[in-house]
């Protein structure tokens, strides 16, 4: 899964004060009876305009998630399954050269656009030759070298660097028609309002409320049990949450606290939820150029007083997995990758360890507060956005966490503008933050450590915001992600987890969920626990791989 720059649903903003009856309108528009053979999805994202443009995280396609219903990959990816091989989809085979540098693609025969034009393997050298030469529409950064067609089911794509560790960004990357593509002046605003894709489904109508697609005739797949899928644009939280509990919206990804309570309860039978982690982690991140965390004893002992059960149970009401394994690498998607010295190693709070770290490291407790080996209190601010409401209360966990060592931590709220800019130029000193995602723990440990993306306080940084600098660290990201076999990226991997655990960059407190709210009530088939076949967050690659599998609960 790409990074997310950008977060979605995680505060609700006020209690649920809509009447159920009102939840089928509360978008402004009409949503359609389960009965009727419609699924119905809904996100809490707000009018939309209409774009269905597959390549921008800004398009409707993209906010709702019905671009992944219209447009495929060349192969589907589990997120929470990493280490899984894909499945081949538009592909049916991929080749690796040159220490990943250069991809060979058989494509599969007897696919078809939705225009009935066959889809080859010209289309797929087309739309990596669009992304090379387009840089707005390759948000994954992938470095494109060359795409060739070498016939109608074979493909050539090169890089300039090996990329070991954007294999999954790179078959995961939607396929657009050539021939509609080609004679369109501006591919980077084009709003595509009449998407042609290989998916099952078609765009049947557009409001800036509810977005239809209908079943085509024809798929080179067995064609889908659901005829209709009708995505509603809910305008807040709340109202995505009241929809989800009266039933009018059966799947979505939506932040609830108490959500046993607003949702479950509701129907206990058919409302069901499952967050399953993937490796993308949410994470306290410290400002290591400033004090007091330029000392890594202050970073240790913080580390060794949060209480992450509490973070778990108060700050993210039992949604986002723990993160408790001392490298910050979620269970149990990154399992495979720990390295031997820790496995089972798990964070637990011990507060007299960490005032004993402190001591040795010249601080001194002066009645109740904490001084620096130069006399100095020891304070912070803590901050995040206002009406962040999980975020927020796990600062105010931490806040009172650290009263016990004699610090005095201030909580801060900032809009999300000023509060992006302030984190990427490190003007902060502590913050509740994601971490970018992928096929292993490099992009998380990339994105914290990674100094050669930094730059100087007062400057937007790209990785390491936290202006964390250790060349150790930095060498062995690279070396990662140039290594030319498993022996050695597992030695650089388990160098990057000894620097994490000894430095403590940034402090892992849950994972970031690939999750969902859906209802059984009238569709069954979500992947569970149980059948782990994909995560259930309807605005991922993957919830392709959902709707093929439902089928309705009566039939």
Request: hydrophobic residues 40%.
């Amino acid at each position: 899964m790409q990074g997310i720059r950008r977060r979605t649903a995680l505060a609700l903003a006020g209690t649920i004060a809509v009447a159920l009856v009102a939840a089928a309108c509360s978008s402004g528009g009409a949503t359609k009876s389960a009965a009727s053979g419609v699924l119905t999805v809904g996100m809490p994202n707000g009018p939309q305009t209409n774009n269905s443009n597959p390549f921008l995280a800004t398009s409707a396609g993209a906010s709702l998630g019905y671009r992944f219903m219209i447009y495929e990959p060349l192969v589907q990816t589990n997120p929470i399954a990493p280490s899984e091989k894909g499945t081949p989809w538009l592909a049916e085979k991929w080749e690796w050269a040159d220490n990943y540098q250069k991809l060979t693609i058989t494509t599969r025969k007897d696919v078809k656009w939705s225009d009935d034009k066959p889809f080859t393997a010209a289309d797929v050298a087309f739309t990596f030759g669009l992304l090379k030469d387009k840089s707005a529409l390759n948000t994954n950064g992938l470095p494109i070298a060359g795409a060739s067609k070498v016939s109608d089911t074979s493909a050539e794509i090169t890089f300039s660097k090996p990329q070991f560790v954007n294999e999954n960004k790179i078959l995961n990357s939607f396929i657009v028609p050539e021939h509609i593509w080609k004679d369109v002046p501006d591919p980077t605003t084009f709003t595509n309002e009449t998407p042609v894709g290989t998916g099952p489904y078609s765009l049947k109508t557009f409001t800036p409320q509810t977005v239809t697609l209908s079943v085509r005739s024809s798929y080179w797949q067995e064609l889908p049990k659901v005829p209709e899928i009708q995505y509603t644009s809910y305008n807040d939280n709340s109202a995505q949450t009241t929809a989800l509990a009266s039933g009018a919206a059966q799947w979505s990804y939506v932040f609830m606290p108490n959500f046993e309570t607003l949702y479950v309860n509701k129907d206990p039978k058919n409302h069901k939820i499952w967050m399953p982690a993937g490796l993308g982690i949410h994470a306290l991140w410290l400002n290591t150029a400033k004090a007091p965390f330029n000392n890594v004893a202050v970073r240790k002992a913080l580390n060794m007083v949060i209480d992450r059960e509490v973070i778990f149970q108060q700050g993210h009401s039992k949604l986002f997995p723990k993160v408790d394994n001392v490298t910050g690498i979620p269970s149990p998607a990154g399992d495979p990758f720990l390295a031997a010295d820790y496995k089972g190693k798990t964070a637990k709070v011990d507060v007299e360890g960490a005032k004993k770290v402190l001591t040795e490291a010249g601080y001194k407790l002066e009645g109740d507060t904490l001084k620096d080996p130069s006399g100095a209190p020891v304070t912070f601010a803590l901050t995040d956005p206002a009406g962040w409401s999980d975020y927020l209360t796990d600062l105010d966990i931490i806040k009172n966490a650290v009263k016990a060592l004699g610090i005095t931590a201030e909580v801060k709220t900032q809009t999300v503008d000023q509060w992006t800019t302030d984190f990427n130029s490190g003007a902060f000193d502590a913050t509740m933050h994601w971490t970018n995602s992928g096929a292993t723990p490099f992009e998380t440990y990339q994105n914290i450590m990674d100094a050669s993306a930094s730059k100087p306080i007062g400057e937007p940084a790209a990785a390491a915001q936290g202006r964390f600098n250790d060349p150790a660290a930095t060498s062995a990201l690279t070396a990662y992600a140039s290594a030319p076999d498993d022996a050695a990226r597992k030695t650089n991997l388990d160098l990057l987890q000894k620097i994490f655990v000894e430095q403590v960059p940034a402090i892992p407190l849950v994972s970031s969920p690939v999750g969902a709210e859906y209802s059984t009530k009238s569709w069954i088939g979500w992947p569970t626990a149980e059948d782990p076949y994909a995560p259930p967050q309807p605005t991922q690659t993957n919830a392709l791989q959902v709707v093929l599998r439902l089928k309705p609960a009566t039939a």
